[in-house]
């Protein structure tokens, strides 16, 4: 079973760590709380990081809030640099066990497939054929229709030079592997404006991933987050190692 979803309790705000958050950091703290749930739930319960500042700009929002939000209100557990929910580990143990059951019932089902016809068998398996031929047709058209009314978008948008828009289109609509996605749909966090924005004034479409073999914090702060991971690991390979201190934040030093 696909994990997409998870309770959101409507009494979670009567918690009293919850209501310590918010008598503290209001609701911005609030939205903060659930946005790290969501985060927590697609990365199986589990963030290990030595960065405030690299997650806050991926949930847009203040990085000393964040910090509070993790550490000062014991809804977290935090174990060698990592950090995760316990409320959500339960409702991860729900879904997986009904997972569980769920490949069960099929297997029984298949189980019990074997001993039908072979001629009933053959028609299953061309039913089947034609459902995925039919579905991998809509997929491809759904996204030929995403990628048109991205286009449009960005060609909409004033003040932004033809070129820069044309090579922002490319580098963004790249698909994935199965062809379902598109780079910029793969994003955690996206705002076209702002994107589009940091595209041309980092220069990026100009410098073809060619990437500063130093540490500069400007270019750092620039950056999209998927550039900004390519730029790290770029780093790394020279040697660089990141350091982080509260007053001074993440730095990156040769060794």
């Known amino acids: 079973m696909k994990k997409t979803f998870f309770n959101h309790d409507s ?30 739930f697609t990365e199986e319960n589990k963030l290990c990081i030595d960065d405030y500042d690299t997650l806050a700009f991926g949930l847009q929002c203040d990085p ?11 809804l977290f557990v935090i174990e060698d640099g990592c950090f995760y929910s316990k409320r959500l580990n ?3 143990e729900t879904i997986n066990d009904k997972s569980k059951k769920a490949k069960e019932n099929a297997k ?10 072979l001629h ?3 028609n299953a398996s061309i039913s089947i054929s034609k459902a995925k031929a039919k579905e991998n047709k809509s997929k491809i058209n759904d996204i030929n229709l995403r990628l048109e009314t991205f286009q449009k978008k960005v060609l909409d948008i004033e003040d932004i030079d033809v070129k820069d828009k044309t090579a922002f289109i490319d580098y963004w609509t790249e698909k994935n592997q199965s062809g379902t996605r598109m780079r910029f749909e793969m994003e955690k966090t996206w705002d076209l404006s702002r994107r589009i924005k940091r595209w041309v004034n980092s220069d990026f479409n100009k410098s073809q991933n060619k990437f500063p073999d130093y540490y500069d914090d400007s270019f750092n702060r620039k950056i999209d987050d998927s550039t900004r ?24 030093i040769k060794k």
């Open 11 to 40: 009494s979670a705000r009567n918690d009293i760590r919850v209501i310590k958050l918010r008598a503290k950091l209001g609701y911005a703290g609030y939205g903060v709380f659930w946005a790290l749930l969501e985060l927590l």
């Open 64 to 74: 000393k809030i964040l910090k509070k939000v993790i550490e000062d209100f014991d």
């Open 90 to 92: 339960k409702q991860i």
């Open 108 to 117: 029984k089902r298949w189980s019990n497939a074997d001993a039908e016809p």
């Open 120 to 122: 009933t068998k053959r």
């Open 229 to 252: 991971k390519d730029y790290h690991n770029h780093l790394k390979s020279l040697g660089f190692v990141s350091k982080y201190s509260p007053n001074a934040g993440t730095k990156w």
